[in-house]
């Protein structure tokens, strides 16, 4: 009965934080670890690894990413991984889950900033998408919070804004702003001279 009450659903699935959070603790630079389910904005729940790294060493999310992603199924994969100095601690000492930070709050700290129109676009739906307050050029989308339902709806909206035609693979494949913005202006330019060949008014 313990393993059930521990139990949260995500996206249609059952899974034990404990599983995940001893996948996220075997990773070597991992000194202390916790996972739990989180709906910062309503209707989206997600699973979200908090790590702390060991004495000397620090940790690459995605490293860790793909640490847990060898360790147990796609839909147990955190869809956020955030290191902190040290886990908050209430007085009593336990783990204060309520003071644990929001994951993807200061996503565009270390990123470049868009360096075109297209790229300011893409940055802003990113954003919009994954609910952050800003995204770099360079951020990975998965690794800000990002799953294949959010890929679904970031799609739809980069076809819908930009008229592009987009896949959730092609997301996958270049999964930041930078190489996303570069494949969709070659997919572009690849088009161009077919649409300049036709008579105008026969364009479908």
């Known amino acids: 009965m313990g393993r059930v009450d521990d ?5 249609g699935f059952r899974i034990e934080p404990g599983e995940v959070e001893a996948a996220v603790a ?14 910062d904005r309503p209707g989206d729940r997600r699973l979200v690894a908090y790590a702390v790294a060991a004495d000397g060493s620090g940790v690459e999310v995605r490293a860790l ?12 994969v ?3 991984f955030v290191v902190l100095d040290a886990l908050p601690l209430t007085p009593n000492g336990k783990v204060d889950r ?4 929001a ?18 676009i893409l940055c ?17 989308f998965f690794d800000l919070g990002g799953h294949s339902l959010s890929a679904t709806r970031l799609v739809s909206r980069v076809r819908r804004v930009l008229g592009a035609e987009l896949s959730v693979r092609d997301l996958f494949e270049a999964p ?20 300049r060949r036709r008579p105008r008014g026969e364009e479908k």
């Open 98 to 101: 309520k003071a644990l930070p």
């Open 103 to 120: 994951p993807g709050v200061d996503a565009a700290s270390s990123g470049r900033a868009p360096r075109t129109p297209r790229e300011e």
């Open 176 to 195: 930041n702003v930078a190489d996303l913005g570069r494949r969709l202006a070659g997919a572009g330019d690849a088009r161009r001279p077919l649409l």
């Open 78 to 80: 955190p869809s956020a």
């Open 124 to 140: 802003g739906l990113f954003a919009e998408v994954i609910g952050v307050r800003a995204v770099g050029i360079d951020d990975n």
């Open 65 to 76: 990413r793909d640490h847990v992603a060898r360790a147990v199924p796609d839909y147990m």
């Open 26 to 39: 075997g990773h070597p630079s991992v000194a202390a670890a916790l996972v739990m389910a989180r709906e």
């Open 7 to 11: 139990q949260v659903k995500i996206r």
